[in-house]
């Protein structure tokens, strides 16, 4: 988690680049949000916590919104970053899936970068700015999925006949899940979550994943599909082949 940055006013606003100053704005401008909330942050906010003048952040940035925007792909960049990092460590694809939909899901109900996401979604609808950078942070993620997909399918490790269309329905579910569990309390928990992620995604590549997630995560995978068996035992699910999407249909 990032750490709020120390105020411009004890490092000698003078002495700093432009570039140097400029982080130090994004960085502030970051914190202040994760407390109040984008439509609750002001550049006066953000001022005041750096210890410098409103003047000095319009210098930088023409407007609040420009900031925020500014600041929400800041922070983002540079946790994509991070997870890249930890995913490229993996030694096998499905150890690369798996750890890429570890670091999807939230940590807990009080995440805050998935705060940080679900309030910029909200924020988007009202500010172009944002729009534009949460769908392309978006499609980066999408794509970072689909791109692991498709390698392992071309090493012979996956089996998936469109991994984008998969990409979309395990990022879907991952985002739907997120916000109930990030935004309620009681719904359900980080291990039953990811058991249904790891589930969905188990179908869409056609490999065992589960026994390289965290124990309790595995144990509840194997919880759901015994339920699931025993539920569906007298009916199958036929794929359309035009949108994807399951039809359970009864055996005969």
Same mark, same amino acid.
């Given at each position: 988690?990032?750490?709020?940055?120390?105020?411009?006013?004890?490092?000698?606003?003078?002495?700093?680049?432009?570039?140097?100053?400029?982080?130090?704005?994004?960085?502030?401008?970051?914190?202040?949000?994760?407390?109040?909330?984008?439509?609750?942050?002001?550049?006066?906010?953000?001022?005041?916590?750096?210890? @410098? =003048? /409103?003047?000095? &952040?319009?210098?930088?940035? %023409?407007?609040?919104?420009?900031?925020? !925007? +500014?600041?929400?792909?800041?922070?983002?960049?540079?946790?994509?970053?991070?997870?890249?990092?930890?995913?490229?460590?993996?030694?096998?694809?499905?150890?690369?899936?798996?750890?890429?939909?570890?670091?999807?899901?939230?940590?807990?109900?009080?995440?805050?970068?998935?705060?940080?996401?679900?309030?910029?979604?909200?924020?988007?609808?009202?500010?172009?700015?944002?729009?534009?950078?949460?769908?392309?942070?978006?499609?980066?993620?999408?794509?970072?999925?689909?791109?692991?997909?498709?390698?392992?399918?071309?090493?012979?490790?996956?089996?998936?006949?469109?991994?984008? @269309? =998969? /990409?979309?329905? &395990?990022?879907?579910?991952? %985002?739907?899940?997120?916000?109930?569990? !990030? +935004?309620?309390?009681?719904?359900?928990?980080?291990?039953?979550?990811?058991?249904?992620?790891?589930?969905?995604?188990?179908?869409?590549?056609?490999?065992?994943?589960?026994?390289?997630?965290?124990?309790?995560?595995?144990?509840?995978?194997?919880?759901?599909?015994?339920?699931?068996?025993?539920?569906?035992?007298?009916?199958?699910?036929?794929?359309?082949?035009?949108?994807?999407?399951?039809?359970?249909?009864?055996?005969?």
């Amino acid at each position: 988690m990032h750490r709020p940055a120390t105020p411009l006013a004890s490092r000698g606003v003078a002495k700093q680049s432009a570039g140097a100053r400029r982080l130090d704005i994004l960085e502030t401008a970051c914190a202040v949000v994760i407390e109040r909330g984008f439509a609750a942050t002001r550049i006066s906010d953000v001022a005041n916590r750096l210890g @410098v =003048s /409103s003047s000095l &952040i319009h210098y930088h940035f %023409d407007s609040k919104e420009s900031l925020l !925007a +500014a600041a929400f792909e800041h922070y983002a960049r540079k946790d994509v970053e991070e997870m890249i990092a930890d995913i490229d460590a993996a030694p096998t694809h499905a150890e690369r899936l798996v750890r890429l939909l570890e670091n999807y899901v939230p940590e807990g109900s009080d995440d805050l970068e998935w705060k940080l996401w679900i309030d910029a979604w909200g924020e988007a609808l009202r500010n172009p700015l944002m729009k534009r950078i949460s769908q392309q942070l978006d499609e980066q993620s999408n794509a970072l999925l689909e791109d692991i997909i498709t390698d392992g399918v071309r090493q012979g490790a996956f089996e998936c006949a469109d991994p984008h @269309v =998969s /990409s979309a329905r &395990i990022t879907a579910l991952i %985002d739907g899940l997120a916000v109930q569990y !990030a +935004a309620h309390d009681g719904m359900l928990d980080r291990s039953g979550l990811l058991a249904s992620v790891l589930a969905v995604a188990e179908r869409e590549v056609g490999a065992s994943l589960v026994h390289l997630a965290n124990p309790e995560s595995a144990s509840r995978v194997q919880e759901q599909g015994a339920s699931a068996t025993t539920r569906d035992s007298s009916a199958r699910v036929h794929l359309c082949p035009r949108c994807g999407a399951g039809h359970i249909c009864p055996t005969h």
